[in-house]
């Protein structure tokens, strides 16, 4: 079954588990550059910081980008706030890359490629992307198609505490309809050629 296949206005658990859920672990010991996507609620974004923070701890890892500015729905500087969590925690700061203008994660990761590009870490490279496992599918189909043409290696990273497990969403109306609604873009998305369709 193919992601434009689902029928929207009837989601199933199944499909929600296979859309967000199924994400291949690959391990690693090393990458080029981490990038850690913002997020405007802090409870949130401080369980990617201490996943990425994990990472960091286990494997050598060249550069960190933190990705958000000030979102839609935010009162504060995600990449700011990532930073000075970062720094609190020991990083360096000549490793961290700084992209805190983006309100969206449409402009998450443009802005986050483009800064990949200048630095010349796309061509040739691993990337790990942390982020909810809900946030990361349609992240990396959006990065794999922007990249495309490129030879990157993309890697999945997520909280293992995730404030939107699969339990968490099938159990709670809210949390549900934020994943039917990431499904109904993801498919939206394929229709208007932003991403290429995918089996799941």
């Known amino acids: 079954m193919k992601l434009t296949e ?21 391990d690693f010991s090393k990458a080029d550059c981490l990038i850690i996507f913002g997020c405007h609620i802090k409870s949130i974004l401080d369980e990617r910081l201490e996943c990425a923070l994990n990472l960091l701890a286990e494997k050598q890892i060249y550069k960190v980008l933190i990705s958000g500015g000030i ?28 992209e805190n203008k983006s309100t969206t ?4 990761i443009i802005n986050s490629i483009q800064i990949l590009k200048s630095k010349n870490l796309i061509e040739n490279k691993t990337i790990v992307l942390v982020s909810n496992q809900i946030h990361l599918k349609r992240i990396g189909m959006e990065i794999k198609r922007q990249l495309s043409n490129s030879n990157t290696n993309i890697i999945y990273e997520y909280p293992l505490n995730d404030s939107f497990s699969f339990t968490k969403i099938i159990t709670n109306n809210n949390l549900r309809e934020l994943a039917e609604n990431e499904i109904k873009k993801i498919k939206r998305f394929i229709q208007n050629g932003i991403v290429d369709d995918e089996k799941i």
Not at 77 to 98: F, Q, T, V
Not at 105 to 108: D, G
């Open 105 to 108: 994660t449409e402009e998450n």
């Open 6 to 26: 689902i029928n929207t206005e009837n989601i199933s658990d199944d499909i929600i588990k296979k859309v967000f859920f199924n994400t291949t672990e690959k």
């Open 71 to 98: 979102g839609v729905k935010g009162n504060f500087n995600e990449a700011e706030y990532m930073k000075e969590s970062l720094l609190n925690n020991g990083l360096e700061e000549n490793k961290i890359l700084i």
